[in-house]
């Protein structure tokens, strides 16, 4: 079965630096979804990438998936404390359901 | 913006007896979802629901659980006897007419079993 792993499992960042999340799958990726959760709250969807080599982009978050589609990256430029929360990787393994698979989670705290 | 919303927000019960936890997917969507987060854990995926009928269901999913679309907007998950284990966030999600595409989470039921 597909197995997603995400690193760091944990980042303190202070307000207005760089950061970047992994995620590494065990098969290749028909799809890859980049959520971000709040603790005890709901998943918010951010990104989904498909194509060996995509990089998409929304205000200050970056996810690029690489050429074998079996690692992504999620990069925050400039992050605030509203960046903050728990971001999880998914895939669409089979690509037929759209059930999604989602990674150990990495949470993120900004200092102000 | 078009939502997914979930009952209870929080229900506490006791081992052994049957829960019922709600979902009303966004209306024009058409591939429904269960998954559960224990507290610390992953977003595990339970079951998903397609044209009336379970299309998958994970290991997790046993005899215990049941899904069901009694109308046209409801969705709900049933266990029949509470286990300690299946305290946990419950998440619907639903996927509209494309085959690929975001899921839209609820908000979670927080089950409680003590």
């Known amino acids: 079965s597909q197995e997603l792993e995400q690193s760091p499992q944990s980042l303190i960042v202070q307000e207005g630096k760089n950061l970047t999340i992994n995620c590494t799958s065990s098969?290749?990726?028909?799809?890859l979804y980049w959520y971000k959760q709040k603790y005890g709250e709901g998943l918010i969807f951010l990104m989904m990438l498909q194509k060996g080599g995509e990089e998409k982009s929304h205000e200050k978050i970056t996810a690029k998936l690489d050429e074998k589609k079996q690692q992504s990256s999620l990069h925050i430029t400039a992050s605030q404390p509203s960046h903050a929360g728990i971001y999880l990787c998914?895939?669409?393994?089979?690509?037929?359901?759209?059930?999604?698979?989602f990674g150990t989670g990495t949470l993120l705290a900004v200092q102000p | 913006e078009p939502e997914v919303t979930q009952t209870p927000s929080h229900q506490v019960t006791q081992m052994g007896q049957e829960v019922i936890l709600r979902c009303v997917p966004i209306?024009?969507?058409?591939?429904f979802y269960w998954y559960r987060q224990i507290l610390g854990q992953k977003v595990e995926f339970l079951v998903s629901f397609y044209n009336n009928e379970i299309s998958e269901k994970s290991e997790i999913f046993d005899d215990q659980f049941s899904v069901e679309r009694p109308d046209g907007s409801n969705f709900t998950l049933k266990i029949r006897s509470t286990k300690l284990e299946d305290s946990a966030m419950y998440f619907c999600a639903s996927l509209g007419t494309g085959r690929t595409g975001e899921l839209f989470f609820g908000e979670g039921s927080r089950l409680t079993v003590l």
């Open positions: 998914g895939a669409d393994g089979s690509g037929a359901t759209n059930k999604l698979i």
């Open positions: 209306s024009n969507h058409l591939y």
């Open positions: 098969k290749t990726l028909y799809g």
